[in-house]
């Protein structure tokens, strides 16, 4: 057989890359990742996950203090913006997080090839100057922004989320293009901190993929906090002019144009694989439709000795599933089993409240047979009424025969970390029987997921 340099050439060092690198590092294998972002990390640590929860995290604290949410507990401040400051904290937390990896990398003896990763042939990889050979290649590129026909970005009037992050001052009007994940998190941040957000989404409701319930209170919330929504509408033109930009926007079913003006841009209508000069012709490996690299089940791809995870093949674009397939794929290559449960990946809204969910939605439920759902709102949970919390609800959708837990929704302050026990329950197959009979520390926003489970057989305490 021949002699390898690598066990292992992870391509990629986001969250799906480093995290299999250092996997299989720690199962003995002679692991190198190439990465060609000056830092570790991947979008998530540098310009994705991190840094977006760094401005929402403190613009969040900003709007409390100027909207009167301070008042309410009896703390009275008049709130100056220090965007700097803001921002620097921002570059620190990535800073730090950043440099972890590159320690983590160390640590596990997993060695750094800097630069563009491109194949040669089967097993092997150039990178940068150096052309190395490797047993096991796994493809962890990730995703970049979707452009959008006929809008430029500039980053200065016209941005994408990783402009979003680094504005110097508050726009007056932004508008942000897409109600998506990205452009309600950003939005909030600008929003919270003074700007006007108008949000244009091609769909008739904001959150693709969410329940549709929790996608319209959803709404509804946003729309309190003064967010403008323009649904049903899609964005065809945006023409920039002394630091002013002009959308041109259709109604997405057909009908008359119309304009509206802005001094900031954010373009969130996606994101797309990274397959670019990867040189996947050198190993005869095709793109599905979308642009994604397929696997079977244990990650392998079509191409000897080729493996993907994360944001580059199907499934939701998210940094926790993306690092859970990164576990399994060492651990398959390492000729352990290694799997990944795709049908239980929650999702979550860093917006305030928090937004979140896992598994089926109620109208997917209902597709496959027939449900009992059981819902409770969070202005009858005690904590979050005390804490002035009163939006959100938590549902709980189970199967009308077996009781078997299909998916789990909320809105609510702490629904990303709520959302933890209803994922854990459906793994272990709970019924919603067996969350309505596990006791839950009071008084916290969790024993709301109690009560919608109990709901579920029409006995909640406290409705
Ligand atoms: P990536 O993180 O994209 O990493 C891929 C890496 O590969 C990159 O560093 C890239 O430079 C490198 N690369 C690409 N091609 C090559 C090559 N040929 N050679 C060498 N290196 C290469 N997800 C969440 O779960 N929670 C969140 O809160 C969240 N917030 C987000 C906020 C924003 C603004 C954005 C943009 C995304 C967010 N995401 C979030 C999504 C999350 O960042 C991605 O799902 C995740 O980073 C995907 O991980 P990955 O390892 O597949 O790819
Ligand atoms: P998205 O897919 O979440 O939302 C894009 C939205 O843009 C959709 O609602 C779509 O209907 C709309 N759209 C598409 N074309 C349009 C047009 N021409 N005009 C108006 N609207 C249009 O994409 P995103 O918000 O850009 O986020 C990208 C990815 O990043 C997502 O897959 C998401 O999972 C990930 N992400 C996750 C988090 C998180 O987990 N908290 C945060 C940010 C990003």
Redesign the pocket.
Known sequence: MADFDFDVLVIGAGPGGYVAAIRAAQLGLKTACAESRETLGGTCLNV?CIP?KAMLHASEYYDAAANGAFAKLGIKVTPELDLDTMHGQRKDAVKQLTGGIEFLFKKNKVEWLKGLGTFTGPNTVKVGDRTVTAKNIVIATGSSVTP?PGVEIDQKVVVDSTGALELPRVPEHMVV???????L?LGSVWRRLGAKVTC????DQ?L?GFDGEVRKESNKILKKQGFEFKLGT??TKVDVNGGKATLTMEPAKGGAAETLEADCVLV????RPNTEGLGLDKIGLQLNQRGQIETDHDFRTKAAGVWAIGDVIPG???AHKAEDEGIAVAENIAGLTGIVNHDVIP????TWPEIAGVGLTEEQAKEKGEVKVGKFPMLANSRAKTNHEPDGFVKVIADAKTDRVLGVWCIASVAGTMIAQAAQAMEFGATSEDIAYTCHAHPTHSEAIKEAAMAVAGKPIHI
């Open positions: 994705g977006s959008l293009i897409g109600g998506g994940v990205i452009g998190e244009v989404e091609f769909l904001i693709p899609k964005v969130s209508i996606g994101r939701p674009m998210l999702s979550v809204v860093y």
